[in-house]
């Protein structure tokens, strides 16, 4: 009989590969799909001998494909907070959701949760992002207000789901409903007005937009929040954004920076910066997974869709931390993401977006061919909120040095050749 479990000791409540709710479209079992059965004409073992040494779970699968993917590739060069061009030691979105992936991955085993699945949420949580982070969103949106805006966790379902042209059998990944769920509802279950995406999608494959997610999805959500509210004071000290003594009084910093004090006396800067980092990170996660365990043995769950119907979010951090969390958001906000150094950053990628927009829209005829023609004929001939989210499509997939070189390409005088 076939088992419904992994072989791993998952919990009862955790997601099971076999008994995933499948992929929009339906596979054959890649991994038996390999040619090297000719090569061993002589030898006893056989495709079915190798297909059983390179077993992957379903999940194991959809992280592999997000990994691959050309969009994964592509955060390499876009902006997490600073602009590639000032340093090569700052986060970019590539090593944001590395490190997204990384937290969540340990915290899902340490909760008994299936690991894979955390870790291809947390991968592909921001391969929709544009260029320049959340200054090209913010402009992204604002040209798009017409033609039904724009938002990255959106446009990463576009993503997964039709952008990425890699399969001869389908557009997207064909990740399984249980990934595309979690990329779904990353901050929660929606309600009111669905985007145009998730509701095309929706109506596919039911991704129950109003239940919770999954406990990995959840978790994978927070590992996003721990990530970022630990590195970004990473990047900022060593930017020079603030120093230790504007931070010495917040909640959390203050114990930790004492505590290093205690135990090491004076350090040096980047030896501090990086213990005080570590710590943060094992602060924030010891907290949500005392929550979590008691959270998870209270409710009794015996399947994962015990979780989904449950009347909250079961993986969570306590009030008390949630509360720290939210005076070190609020102080990144104001002296890291709206520091005026990085305000005129903002303004730039803000215009170099607009622009680029401004431009395609009326100009398509700039555009590469193959964003000019389509199943449909050419974008010119078009609607124009079709025409619209096509360029955005564009804009979006950029990188941040792409973005600029288009830029300069199509505003000044100069080779076009490059």
Not at 161 to 174: I, M, V
């Amino acid at each position: 009989m076939t088992s419904t479990h992994e072989t791993r000791d998952l919990a009862a409540y955790a997601s099971h590969g076999p008994t995933s709710r499948g992929r929009q479209f339906d596979e054959a079992d890649m991994g038996s799909k390999h040619t090297g059965s000719k090569h061993r004409e002589n030898t006893a073992v056989t495709d079915a001998d190798i297909a059983a040494l390179l077993p992957r779970t379903p999940f194991q699968r959809d992280r592999d494909r997000i990994l691959h993917s050309g969009a994964f590739r592509k955060l390499k060069h876009k902006t997490q907070v600073f602009v590639y061009h000032e340093g090569d030691y700052f986060r970019t979105r590539m090593t944001h959701s590395i490190e997204v992936a990384q937290i969540a991955r340990s915290m899902a085993r340490a909760l008994r949760l299936n690991d894979d699945l955390a870790e291809a949420v947390a991968l592909a949580h921001d391969l929709g992002h544009t260029p320049f982070g959340h200054a090209g969103e913010e402009a992204l949106h604002q040209v798009m207000q017409d033609f039904g805006g724009f938002d990255h966790n959106e446009q990463t379902l576009r993503v997964l789901t039709s952008l990425e042209k890699r399969y001869a059998e389908f557009d997207g990944l064909n990740l399984t409903w249980e990934t595309l769920e979690g990329v779904a509802k990353h901050n929660g279950p929606l309600t009111g007005t669905i985007p145009s995406a998730t509701a095309a999608l929706d109506a596919v494959i039911d991704l129950q937009l109003t239940h919770h997610a999954s406990a990995e999805a959840q978790l994978a959500n927070l590992a996003d929040d721990i990530a970022y509210l630990s590195h970004d004071f990473d990047d900022a000290l060593r930017a020079g954004l603030f120093g230790f003594d504007v931070i010495a009084a917040l909640p959390q910093v203050d114990r930790i920076l004492s505590d290093i004090d205690t135990q090491y006396g004076a350090l040096e800067p980047g030896r501090l910066t990086h213990e005080l980092v570590r710590r943060l990170i094992s602060v924030f996660v010891s907290d949500l997974l005392a929550t979590s365990h008691e959270q998870l043995a209270a409710l009794g769950a015996t399947e994962a869709d015990g979780i989904r119907h449950h009347e909250s979010p079961v993986i969570c951090f306590s009030a008390e931390m949630a509360r720290d969390l939210e005076v070190l958001r609020e102080f990144l906000f104001t002296n890291m993401w709206r520091h005026y150094k990085v305000n005129r950053m903002t303004s730039k990628a803000k215009r170099v977006v607009t622009d680029l927009f401004n431009l395609f829209m009326s100009e398509t005829n700039t555009l590469p061919m193959e964003w000019q023609n389509g199943p449909a004929g050419t974008i010119a001939e078009g609607e124009v909120a079709a025409r619209a989210r096509i360029i955005a499509d564009y804009i979006a997939s950029m990188t941040d040095r792409y973005a600029i070189l288009e830029h300069q390409r199509l505003f000044e005088l100069g080779p076009i050749l490059r």
